[in-house]
């Protein structure tokens, strides 16, 4: 049944497969393989192209936890929805004032009830760089009290004390109308709901997650003077709707006197949304900034000369190296560990709070593309080439992903003529391409190749060629092409 939660999670897409399998009226557990496989194909896909979607965080969801008839946790005298409220406010005024170039969105101004599907769907139709849920925390003892930071993943904790979190922010479906088709049967009290978020996560969206999470922890230790009870991960069912990075903020225990308190304090509240506030604007000038680097790098680049045969122009000195990174930890793993065995030279670094995994020393980024390219086909379809020196992440990063066969995807055999090849990947808009047709690219020994027309003849493709070398492309040629790769 769990499985079939997916439904809510991919919803629109899943029912188009669904629709086709059915069809064809396959068993049970081949129906459930192939939505797995589809599913996990479709999110890869998205982890994949996310990162190099938006070049700078313009539209944030602020989430107040709870409202109407849902008044979240309850301490002595609080109400869980009227402090997130206040809380969600606050954060969204101070972002407004000090970030004018970014878009606040709230799923609720006022004491309203909005299910938890909807929160996670206001933030995809507004295409959100970042979703924020603000809630309160409470304890059958008093003691407990801190804020934590939660993103979407399964319980790490030996007690299944964050899956418990989970499942009381989780609860609050029950009080929805339409709770059983929303979300597939998903029962917030039964731990076996939970092992869906076992499961591998878009990478994307979760890395970025953890950073940001690691961000308002580090500004509520320190800014805010919480006692900092850490980043966590469990199953929290409005996470698992939304596409971009978002997280989940726990202030404090309502359950604890003293924290109770300051939350209700109209000081407490604004030192707690001025350190959500910090993070993001934190969060925005690093991603922005790593995004300006990666485009200087790549315009920087000297041009290589057009020739077919692989030439370097990327060599890097004075200790500077290119490694793929495929995988990050809130937790250091051994670089011995098995789960790395089938990956070649494994070295690890810290940074921005999580423990990131690189494959490979290399000179040249193509070299670095090429491992790259064999790490996606094993599964780590997010792995991507950083640059650097030492054991640090050197003047940002060289985002660098396999593009897709683009064009004609004809199984006939045709022509086309290649004149461009680059181990940088060039948007196909590029100026320097100017006045070439049908252009397209493809990706071979750590070079992208661009080719020009679709030509069902090769006297056809013969005489474009010598238009394409008229206009500068000196070493223009004709490959065939068939079957979505470049045949002999
Ligand atoms: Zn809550």
């Known amino acids: 049944m769990g499985l079939i939660y997916f439904c809510f999670w991919q919803r629109s897409l899943l029912c188009k497969y ?16 192939i939505i797995l496989i589809l599913v996990f194909f479709h999110l890869n896909l998205f982890g994949q192209t996310a990162g190099n979607k938006g070049k700078k965080i313009s539209t944030v969801v602020i989430d107040a936890g709870h409202g109407g008839k849902d008044p979240g946790a309850s301490g002595s005298h609080s109400r869980e929805k009227d402090i997130t409220l206040a809380v969600a406010l606050k954060v969204g005024r101070y972002i407004k004032a000090n970030l004018p170039d970014v878009k606040v969105i709230y799923t609720r101004t006022r004491d309203r009830f909005v299910p938890l599907i909807k929160r996670g769907e206001i933030a995809n139709k507004n295409k959100a760089d970042l979703f924020i849920s603000i809630h ?34 989780n609860a609050a479906i029950l009080l929805e109308d339409n709770a059983k088709s929303n979300y597939d049967g998903f029962d917030p ?36 003077g919480r006692k900092d009870r850490g980043v966590h991960q469990a199953g929290f ?20 006197y003293t924290e109770e308190k300051y939350l209700l304090s109209e000081k407490g509240q604004s030192y707690l949304a001025s350190a959500i506030y910090r993070a993001v604007k934190s969060y925005k000038q690093n991603y922005e900034l790593e995004n300006k680097t990666a485009n200087n790098i790549s315009s920087k680049t000297k041009q290589p000369k057009l020739n077919t045969t692989v030439k370097e122009n990327t060599k890097v000195s004075g200790g500077v190296e290119y490694r793929v990174q495929f995988t990050t930890s809130t937790k250091k793993i051994p670089v011995t560990d098995k789960r790395f065995r089938a990956i070649p030279d494994v070295s690890v670094y ?12 290399f000179n040249t980024i193509s070299e670095a593309a090429e491992r790259q390219h064999k790490l996606k086909n094993r599964g780590y ?66 070079l992208y190749k661009y080719t020009a027309g679709h030509f069902s003849t090769i006297s056809k493709a013969t005489a474009y060629q010598k238009e394409l070398r008229q206009k500068g492309f000196s070493d223009a040629f004709v490959i065939k092409w068939k079957e979505g790769k470049r045949v002999e």
């Not at 669904?18 to 393989?33: A, E, G, P, S």
């Not at 698992?240 to 404090?252: I, N, Q, W």
């Not at 709070?353 to 690189?358: I, P, Q, S």
């Not at 997010?382 to 985002?399: E, L």
Request: aromatic share 12%; with cysteine.
């Open 136 to 169: 309160c925390n409470a304890n059958n003892s008093h003691k407990p009290y801190g804020a934590e930071t939660y993103v979407l993943g399964s319980d790490d904790s030996r007690s299944n004390r964050n899956m418990k979190v989970a499942m009381l922010e």
């Open 18 to 33: 669904k629709f086709y399998i059915d069809t064809i009226n396959l068993k049970r557990q081949h129906y459930i393989v």
């Open 189 to 224: 009290n039964s731990p076996e709901s939970y092992i869906i978020f076992s499961l591998k996560q878009n990478d994307y969206k979760q890395e970025e997650s953890l950073v940001l999470a690691q961000k308002i922890q580090s500004q509520f230790k320190n800014r805010a």
């Open 381 to 446: 379809r997010s792995a991507w080439v950083v640059k650097m020196k030492g054991d640090k992440r050197y003047t940002g990063s060289v985002k660098n992903s396999v593009p897709k066969v683009t064009g004609q995807k004809a199984t006939a055999l045709e022509y086309r003529v290649q004149f461009y090849t680059s181990p940088q990947k060039r948007p196909l808009t590029s100026t320097r391409f100017k006045g070439v047709e049908a252009i397209a690219v493809y990706y071979q020994n750590g």
């Open 350 to 361: 810290y940074h921005n709070g999580l423990y990131k995994y690189t494959s490979g020393h």
């Open 237 to 256: 069912l409005v996470l698992a709707g939304t596409y971009m990075p978002s997280v989940l903020v726990e202030l404090g225990y309502l359950s604890n």
